[in-house]
């Protein structure tokens, strides 16, 4: 019986994949990987070490989530070293705490080695620092995409009145209905906006606006997933702050 090791992979650079995760690749006899995690990573695996995709994108699963548990379970009765390997950190919108729980239930070893989040990595390597003395000193982290099976939303948009920078992950198909709820709940229209496209690869692709216009831009310049949503005004920081040439 094998242990799990539930990595992270970080945002998509592979210069910010943990020293820790890094060892465990090299270490795996099988990775369970999913669509954002960087394939380059993959080749630092040992040449006997097997390859099980899992990914999901834009609604469009290889294997849904209670699958997902069995494959890791099943290999972990297999391997001595299995490695899942998930895009960003495994316990932000990961579902790693679900992965653990199926795990430990059936008695299978894990440990979780966090990977550095899309929500802080990505905004910074489009310039813009999520909090920022005298700007913003807090920051909250909500998902842009819940369980569509949930009878009522647990998206609290009451408590972003606040004057703090917002991180939406995996947003982007509900951009629209973000900015206007944010505009309800009192949000001023001009408020800054940043959605990310691809955040810390060659393809990054950023685009500004403002809750009022974002929507509209973003499908101008046909934005594509992955991509978060930042609000708030450190978002106006980035014209000073850049320090990546996009698309080169």
């Given at each position: 019986?094998?242990?799990?090791?539930l990595t992270g992979a970080g945002p998509g650079?592979?210069?910010?994949?943990?020293?820790?995760?890094?060892?465990?690749?090299?270490?795996?006899?099988?990775?369970?990987?999913?669509?954002?995690?960087?394939?380059?990573?993959?080749?630092?695996?040992?040449?006997?070490?097997?390859?099980?995709?899992?990914?999901?994108?834009?609604?469009?699963?290889?294997?849904?989530?209670?699958?997902?548990n069995e494959v890791i379970y099943q290999n972990?009765?297999?391997?001595?070293?299995?490695?899942?390997?998930?895009?960003?950190d495994p316990l932000v919108f990961g579902r790693?705490?679900?992965?653990?729980?199926?795990?430990?239930?059936?008695?299978?070893?894990?440990?979780?080695?966090?990977?550095?989040?899309?929500?802080?990595?990505?905004?910074?390597?489009?310039?813009?620092?999520?909090?920022?003395?005298?700007?913003?000193?807090?920051?909250?982290?909500?998902?842009?995409?819940?369980?569509?099976?949930?009878?009522?939303?647990?998206?609290?948009?009451?408590?972003?009145?606040?004057?703090?920078?917002?991180?939406?992950?995996?947003?982007?198909?509900?951009?629209?209905?973000?900015?206007?709820?944010?505009?309800?709940?009192?949000?001023?229209?001009?408020?800054?906006?940043?959605?990310?496209?691809?955040?810390?690869?060659?393809?990054?692709?950023?685009?500004?606006?403002?809750?009022?216009?974002?929507?509209?831009?973003?499908?101008?310049?046909?934005?594509?997933?992955?991509?978060?949503?930042?609000?708030?005004?450190?978002?106006?920081?980035?014209?000073?702050?850049?320090?990546?040439?996009?698309?080169?």
């Amino acid at each position: 019986m094998g242990k799990v090791y539930l990595t992270g992979a970080g945002p998509g650079d592979i210069d910010l994949l943990t020293v820790k995760a890094l060892r465990v690749v090299r270490e795996a006899d099988v990775i369970i990987y999913d669509r954002l995690a960087n394939p380059d990573i993959l080749k630092e695996a040992k040449p006997e070490c097997e390859f099980v995709y899992v990914g999901k994108e834009d609604g469009r699963h290889t294997l849904p989530q209670d699958q997902i548990n069995e494959v890791i379970y099943q290999n972990a009765l297999k391997y001595e070293n299995v490695v899942r390997l998930k895009g960003g950190d495994p316990l932000v919108f990961g579902r790693g705490g679900e992965e653990a729980k199926y795990l430990k239930e059936r008695g299978i070893g894990f440990e979780f080695i966090p990977g550095i989040t899309s929500a802080v990595s990505v905004p910074a390597y489009a310039g813009i620092p999520v909090t920022h003395r005298n700007v913003a000193v807090s920051f909250k982290v909500v998902t842009g995409h819940e369980a569509p099976n949930k009878e009522h939303s647990q998206v609290d948009w009451e408590s972003m009145k606040a004057d703090e920078t917002i991180v939406f992950l995996m947003g982007l198909h509900n951009l629209k209905n973000i900015a206007e709820n944010l505009i309800r709940i009192g949000r001023p229209k001009d408020t800054p906006v940043a959605v990310i496209s691809k955040g810390t690869t060659p393809e990054q692709k950023s685009v500004t606006g403002t809750l009022f216009d974002i929507a509209g831009k973003v499908r101008d310049e046909k934005v594509e997933t992955p991509a978060l949503i930042v609000v708030g005004r450190v978002v106006e920081l980035k014209k000073d702050l850049e320090w990546i040439d996009e698309g080169k």
